[in-house]
């Protein structure tokens, strides 16, 4: 796997394969790492581009959703100089980043693939008690640190920490572990995460959403307990160009608990964007 910095842009990003580009972007608080799956069945017929937005999402300067976007501008014009048009793929607040990016059609992007993704003004959208909760608390942090000590509150940490791939402990700790590495880290994500989703104007967003001219396809995983099925919907009712494939056992987390199908969706349709079924 080859590690690439653009002269131009922060963010670093590994190669694998070889054929027609596809850059895969990772969810909030994430890395490629979470593609591992499927990166070995794409690499078979693409040249698999998969850039680390830890500099974005977590770095030391706060970005907004806007901000980050505005800098994946200049990373897309870069990959495109480099590699010719390419295929885009992103899961939940990757598939944000990823319909961000393609509002401005300039011929890079072929095709999109969304997956579980996050729409505009999520809020709106999050069927997860336990994340909206935590979110909400997120806003002001001696808040979010004093629920922390309340005893239910472990479990809506454990229940995210599920949904989005963080590692969690398995019982319940003691007061002195409540603020152990991976417990600072989940704090740490849902801080962030909070202050990205209410700190940006998501009317223009959604303007900008529904103008979206390039061809995509919505994979949702039918056991996704943070973005639900009429969430899938909705998106895809407001993506002018778009298909909906349902995995109806896989998790928001689709890359994780089932890349073959999510590997299949994807080759089929990049394949065959205006049809076709399945490929596994």
């Known amino acids: 796997m080859k590690k690439i910095q653009l002269y131009q842009s922060p963010i670093s990003f590994c ?18 790492h979470h593609w591992s799956e499927v990166v070995p069945l794409l690499a078979q017929h693409y040249t698999v581009i998969m850039p680390n937005l830890g500099a974005l999402t977590l770095g030391s300067i706060q970005l907004t959703f806007g901000e980050q976007v505005e800098m994946l501008q200049d990373f897309k014009r870069e990959i495109f100089s480099k590699y010719g048009a390419f295929n885009l793929a992103g899961i939940s607040y990757g598939g944000a980043l990823a319909w961000g990016m393609a509002f401005e059609d300039d011929g890079s992007i072929q095709n999109l693939i969304l997956i579980n993704p996050m729409p505009p003004n999520p ?20 808040l979010l640190s004093l629920y922390m000590l309340l005893p239910f509150a472990y479990w809506d940490f454990h229940n995210v920490a599920l949904d989005i791939r963080v590692e ?29 989703v209410f700190s940006e104007s998501w009317t223009p967003w959604l303007n900008k959403f529904k103008h979206v001219k390039i061809p995509a396809l919505i994979i ?26 349902e995995l109806p056992e896989a998790n928001h987390m689709a890359i994780v608990s089932h890349p073959k199908e999510v590997f299949g969706a994807i080759h089929a349709y990049v394949k065959n964007p205006n049809g076709g079924q399945l490929v596994s």
């Open 220 to 245: 949702h995983g039918g056991k996704d307990r943070i973005f639900r099925e009429k969430q899938a919907l909705w998106i895809k009712e407001n993506l002018k160009y778009s298909r909906l494939i």
């Open 123 to 142: 809020m709106k959208h999050i069927q997860s008690s336990a994340l909206k909760r935590l979110l909400w608390l997120g806003r002001v942090r001696s």
């Open 168 to 196: 969690w402990v398995h019982r319940k700790p003691t007061l002195t572990q409540l603020f152990s590495r991976r417990q600072k880290m989940l704090f740490y994500l849902i801080q962030r995460f909070s202050w990205v």
């Open 15 to 32: 190669t694998e394969g070889s054929g027609p580009p596809i850059v895969l972007l990772h969810g909030f608080g994430g890395s490629h």
